[in-house]
């Protein structure tokens, strides 16, 4: 089945301790994205990344960094956690080309809690 | 500063009433809108509409697209407690940006 992978799908850590939350697609798919969801302001985009080696900032990239060493996986990762990083995480892939011509796939999110 | 903007932000129907999603944009180099439907967890896709006054029709759900007044709608008739969900609205802009609204949430009730 084609399909996005996240983990872990909850997560509840403490201000300031390293957490990486993993990101797996099996549809070949060359662009990924990180998004975090907060309400009232809807996905934000964190990072993406075109291809293998390529990744880039996207609207909210503080506190945050990505790799994307293979195809299949962008995990995301949070050097130093704080409180205002506790939000609802989704990760995305595509077929490469441009935004316009392709749906975005969604993981089934990460629920991040940091106190 | 290009925003898209989703009204209402949150509806409570109930079963059979048919409900209308606003999708308004202000983006440079308008490409396409998509909407997504997400219930507890993943965003799913519904439809991609690139052209004025084409409807995309997918059971219940139909949906236009204005790109002259800068705005898209999402129909439900005979809505369903299964249709309760946030619905999504993104707009993808110049060759690979894409930004979503805060979305709609809507309630059916029985």
């Known amino acids: 089945e084609a399909q996005v992978t996240q983990n872990p799908r909850y997560l509840i850590t403490v201000t300031g301790k390293k957490l990486t939350v993993t990101c797996s697609q099996n549809?070949?798919?060359?662009?990924m994205s990180w998004y975090r969801q907060d309400p009232g302001l809807g996905l934000r985009q964190i990072y993406y990344?075109?291809?293998?080696?390529?990744?880039d900032k996207g609207d909210v990239p503080e506190g945050y960094k990505v790799s994307r060493k293979e195809k299949r996986n962008f995990p995301l990762i949070l050097e130093s956690p704080s409180p205002n990083q506790t939000s609802l995480y989704f990760c995305?892939?595509?077929?490469?080309?441009?935004?316009?011509?392709?749906?975005?796939?969604f993981g089934n999110g990460t629920r991040l809690t940091v106190t | 500063e290009d925003k898209v903007v989703q009204s209402p932000l949150s509806l409570v129907v109930h079963e059979g009433d048919t409900v209308t999603l606003n999708c308004s944009y202000e983006?440079?180099?308008?490409?396409?809108l998509l909407w997504y439907k997400q219930e507890k967890k993943a965003p799913t896709f519904l439809f991609m509409l690139?052209?004025?006054?084409i409807e995309k029709k997918s059971g219940r759900l139909s949906s236009i697209l204005d790109k002259k007044e800068l705005f898209s709608i999402l129909n439900i008739t005979a809505t369903q407690t299964g249709d309760s969900a946030i619905y999504l609205c993104?707009?993808?802009?110049?060759?690979?940006?894409?930004?979503f609204g805060a979305g709609t949430r809507l309630t059916v009730k029985p």
């Open positions: 549809m070949n798919h060359e662009y």
């Open positions: 993104a707009v993808a802009y110049n060759n690979n940006d894409m930004r």
């Open positions: 990344s075109m291809n293998v080696e390529v990744t």
């Open positions: 995305a892939s595509r077929r490469q080309g441009p935004s316009y011509n392709s749906p975005l796939h």
């Open positions: 983006v440079t180099n308008f490409r396409s």
């Open positions: 690139t052209s004025s006054g």
